[in-house]
């Protein structure tokens, strides 16, 4: 089949090919991909279309009327100018250059004389091929039929019996005369077989597809062809990937399609909102799978445009940074509880691909979601995160929510690192005893001068228990740390707390060594006052006992300045103290 009835240039017209001339050919394959693209989602008259037509048209005509006609070779998954690669496009889904050759055409000429009226039938039949049922739709039929008076075409009228059927010898039908009358004909199970392969891959690919699966091994299918080895495993790879991908998968496809060849950065970020509210419509569908693949598909298109387009990144950072914004991120609770979802994985593949800035919700569907897969993969997930930033974690804590806030503890507890024991200090206004519980003794076991800071906060907890427990895991005194302790034990509401609170907190005193220390300590050994006698008098008992402990030169010279005070119960402590420190 031949439509090139122009091929002979005009007088004058010299066919010499320089490195300009290639360039500029390369650049309008370029803008015809870009446009084939917009035309396949967008209707004619829509903005982007008309915007990239014109700029196709302009550059097209230029290029014309400067070397009479374009004449483009045709390779299944390239354009060749002169021998020259100048346009590629691997995916057989949605590759120009596959859409020709997969029907047989083997080269295609615009001439000079080409207008916009009839530059735009074209893309209109392009538009309708891919509106036409599989079965109809053939892109050599549809030039033939329009028959464009400067669009060209070439394609062998023997290429489906020199590509496919080569090889084949007739079909041997079998008819059973007595029943020709009953309006059926029933064909023995080789005649059938026979017919279906002789004809199989006459049909177009879904129909072949078909064909394949109901009525004979695909192996044998691929055997009956002269294709080689490779061109059958690519046909099987295309007919695999067409079984699988879904109207959203391909809407996605045409949409990166246009991004990769847009260049006004108004207009990718404009596609990028289209791109937004199909990814929240999936999302919503509880189609985690199409989600993540989707947000991988945004990071590596980014990624092709880091080095060759780094301009192109910015907007494409920008959304990616609104999606990952918590005020951004879909109500996953009722995504998740509205929705019969037996394995979790993509849902976690979804939110390690998109690194939410928060992770605040996972606490409340922690609780919420009924599943203990679902708190397996979560608590996976807390870890792998972990291990880029930890610091994150904290987002997850909630005051309601303790039994998750328990396991980012452990988790934490696992990090060498000091920054992972400053968030403890997240859990100090914390009304769950046990999470605080849990975090006053991962910070005893650090034994951290940074844990010791954030111990004393817990120092002013409401709880008694809580207060004792934070005294008894300080474990380091350094100045901002004894300073605290100091203004705790010199408040007179301290007097007014139990025996063993006041113990926990004088024996801290001790271990210091610190003069002024010393000297709180030495001052209430001396009379305890009138307000609250009894309780000044526990507390120099307390003093008393935590002197002793230490053993030290000076604890020992205040113990025998507290023999000469006035209080009995006082001067008897110190005494006994003296007594078991000199025989110990």
């Known amino acids: 089949m031949n439509r090139n009835l122009k091929d002979v240039p005009p007088e004058g017209v010299q066919d010499v090919v320089g490195e300009k001339q290639v360039e500029e050919a390369k650049h309008v394959l370029h803008l015809l991909g870009k446009t084939v693209s917009q035309v396949k989602i967008y209707p004619p008259d829509h903005i982007s279309v008309k915007?990239?037509?014109?700029?196709?048209?302009?550059?097209?005509?230029?290029?014309?009327?400067?070397?009479?006609?374009?004449?483009?070779?045709?390779?299944?998954f390239a354009f060749d100018f002169q021998d020259i690669t100048v346009y590629r496009d691997p995916s057989p889904m949605k590759s120009l250059p596959f859409l020709f050759f997969k029907d047989g055409m083997q080269k295609l000429f615009f001439y000079k004389g080409l207008d916009m009226e009839e530059l735009q039938e074209f893309l209109k039949l392009i538009r309708k091929y891919f509106e036409l049922p599989p079965d109809e739709a053939d892109i050599v039929s549809l030039l033939w039929e329009k028959d464009f008076a400067n669009i060209r075409y070439f394609a062998p009228d023997d290429y489906l019996e020199t590509k496919i059927g080569l090889g084949k010898g007739p079909v041997e039908i079998k008819i059973d005369r007595e029943r020709i009358n009953t309006g059926t004909i029933e064909l023995a199970s080789e005649d059938r077989r026979a017919l279906t392969i002789n004809v199989i891959s006459e049909l177009p690919e879904k129909i072949q597809e078909k064909t394949i699966l109901e009525d004979i091994d695909e192996s044998d299918a691929f055997q009956v062809s002269s294709l080689t080895e490779t061109e059958r495993e690519t046909l099987k790879s295309i007919l695999e990937e067409n079984r699988r991908i879904s109207p959203e998968k391909e809407l996605f496809l045409l949409i990166f399609e246009i991004l990769g060849f847009e260049e006004d950065l108004g207009r990718i970020s404009s596609t990028f909102e289209v791109l937004d509210h199909e990814l929240q419509d999936i999302v919503q569908k509880g189609d985690f799978h199409l989600a993540a693949e989707l947000l991988k598909?945004?990071?590596e298109l980014r990624q092709s445009f880091s080095s060759s387009a780094f301009e192109k990144t910015r907007p494409i950072d920008k959304y990616l940074n609104k999606l990952r914004k918590q005020e951004s991120l879909p109500p996953f609770k009722d995504i998740l509880l509205r929705k019969d979802i037996s394995d979790f994985s993509h849902f976690f593949d979804y939110l390690d691909i998109l690194d939410p800035e928060s992770l605040s919700f996972l606490g409340e569907l922690y609780d919420e979601i009924n599943s203990a897969d679902f708190r397996l993969k979560t608590l996976n997930f807390l870890k792998a995160k972990s291990k880029k930033d930890f610091t994150t974690l904290i987002d997850v804590v909630q005051?309601?929510?303790?039994?998750?806030?328990?396991?980012?503890?452990?988790?934490?507890?696992?990090?060498?690192?000091?920054?992972?024991?400053?968030?403890?200090?997240?859990f100090i206004p914390f009304r769950n005893k046990s999470i605080k519980i849990k975090a006053i003794e991962y910070l005893?076991?650090?034994?951290?001068?940074?844990?010791?800071?954030?111990?004393?906060?817990?120092?002013?907890?409401?709880?008694?228990?809580?207060?004792?427990?934070?005294?008894?895991?300080?474990?380091?005194?350094?100045?901002?740390?004894?300073?605290?302790?100091?203004?705790?034990?010199?408040?007179?509401?301290?007097?007014?707390?139990s025996r063993k609170e006041k113990q926990a907190v004088i024996d801290l005193l001790t271990l210091s060594q610190d003069k002024k220390a010393y000297k709180v300590l030495e001052q209430m050994l001396k009379r305890p006052g009138l307000l609250f006698s009894s309780k000044r008098i526990e507390s120099g008992l307390c003093a008393a006992q935590a002197l002793e402990k230490t053993g030290a030169p000076e604890a020992i010279s205040i113990l025998e300045k507290g023999i000469r005070v006035r209080n009995k119960k006082i001067r008897q402590a110190c005494r006994q103290s003296l007594t078991r420190t000199s025989t110990s």
């Open 444 to 497: 005893g076991r650090s034994r951290d001068v940074t844990a010791s800071k954030i111990l004393i906060g817990f120092l002013s907890d409401n709880d008694e228990g809580l207060r004792v427990l934070a005294a008894k895991n300080i474990h380091h005194l350094d100045s901002s740390v004894l300073r605290s302790l100091l203004s705790v034990v010199e408040d007179k509401k301290f007097q007014l707390k």
């Open 297 to 299: 598909s945004i990071f």
């Open 51 to 76: 915007k990239t037509r014109d700029e196709l048209y302009e550059n097209l005509i230029a290029y014309l009327e400067k070397n009479w006609k374009l004449e483009i070779d045709i390779r299944e």
């Open 399 to 426: 005051q309601e929510r303790a039994s998750l806030s328990a396991e980012v503890i452990d988790i934490l507890s696992t990090i060498e690192d000091r920054k992972a024991i400053q968030l403890m200090a997240n």
